[in-house]
């Protein structure tokens, strides 16, 4: 108190060293907010590394998964405007690896508003997306993927499969981001904890009854995510998207991977993104525009299209 006093009777003084206390304090809790993160991204890699995958619920607002739903179906009723009174047009443009898939759309997506919208949000400084990818592939990892999952009623059930080729150390993490609740109906998809591994792999690469005998005596996980929830996935980890029997609503999943510099070979997989989008854009360019408030990560790529929209 008679160190204050003084203080107290010189307003200038005051002033002064109570912006200094709260500066200091502000940068402390600032710290120990980013201490956090670092921490909280440090356990969910941990997880993600030994379970193949891992859910983090609540990563993106219900609202900005509800608009971004809008947008994908949007682009989607667009895209079947142009197949269908277009004969030049080329549908391969703007689906992924299995365009001709019955009920079941891998649908590429622009940076158009809600994208980028849901990438800053998803990738805000301090929080658990950002943290787990900067620990897993680091600023310079390539987004590699970017689009919409879209299955309907009749969509069947797939085969477990991995997304590539076995690699020793994983090259590829692969988020699928709920744009509504999911049901059981809705055909979420299922995992096998620990199928990131070798023997695991040896045994499914042979084939034959080897793989029955694993998948009877395998558990399986499948989270049924509410809009917002994500799970992140070591692409090396065996999983299938489940049957939609849902007669009355269309599932959409945001997806998006990031892969790893330390491999820069042929994966075995092409990503679903937009060709004008390939390999232009990483990890910190991601994180730079969710820190700037959502500055338009496309730029000049535009659709990722050369005219297209």
Request: some cysteine; proline content about 5%; glycine content about 10%.
């Amino acid at each position: 108190m008679p160190l204050l006093t003084p203080l107290r009777s010189c307003p200038w003084l005051w002033f002064t060293y109570s912006h200094l206390f709260q500066t200091v304090l502000l940068a402390t809790l600032l710290h120990l907010l980013q201490t956090l993160s670092v921490s909280e991204g440090h356990t969910f890699s941990t997880e993600l590394i030994r379970e193949g995958f891992i859910r983090i619920d609540a990563a993106l607002s219900p609202t900005a998964a509800s608009k971004l739903r809008q947008e994908v179906l949007a682009v989607q009723v667009d895209v079947l405007t142009q197949c269908s009174s277009s004969s030049s047009f080329n549908p391969e443009s703007f689906y992924g690896t299995e365009p001709g898939r019955t009920n079941r759309t891998d649908l590429l997506l622009p940076f158009d508003t809600e994208v980028q919208n849901s990438m800053t949000e998803l990738f805000v400084s301090g929080g658990p997306l950002r943290s787990l990818f900067e620990e897993l592939v680091g600023p310079s990892g390539i987004f590699y993927e970017m689009a919409a999952i879209i299955t309907s009623s009749g969509a069947d059930r797939q085969i477990i499969h991995p997304d590539l080729p076995w690699r020793d150390e994983a090259p590829l993490y692969v988020c699928f981001c709920a744009l509504q609740d999911c049901t059981l109906a809705m055909g979420p998809t299922s995992f096998l904890p620990k199928s990131n591994d070798l023997k695991t792999r040896q045994i499914y690469d042979a084939g034959g009854s080897g793989v029955d005998d694993m998948l009877s005596a395998s558990e399986v996980s499948t989270p049924c995510l509410k809009a917002g929830d994500v799970v992140i996935f070591d692409a090396r980890t065996l999983h299938a998207g489940c049957a939609n029997t849902d007669d009355e609503t269309t599932r959409c999943m945001y997806n998006f991977s990031f892969r790893t510099t330390a491999f820069l070979g042929d994966l075995g997989y092409k990503g679903s993104m937009r060709s004008g989008y390939d390999g232009k854009i990483n990890l910190g360019d991601v994180m730079k525009s969710a820190d700037e408030g959502g500055q338009k990560l496309g730029g000049e790529l535009g659709d990722g299209l050369g005219g297209w929209e």
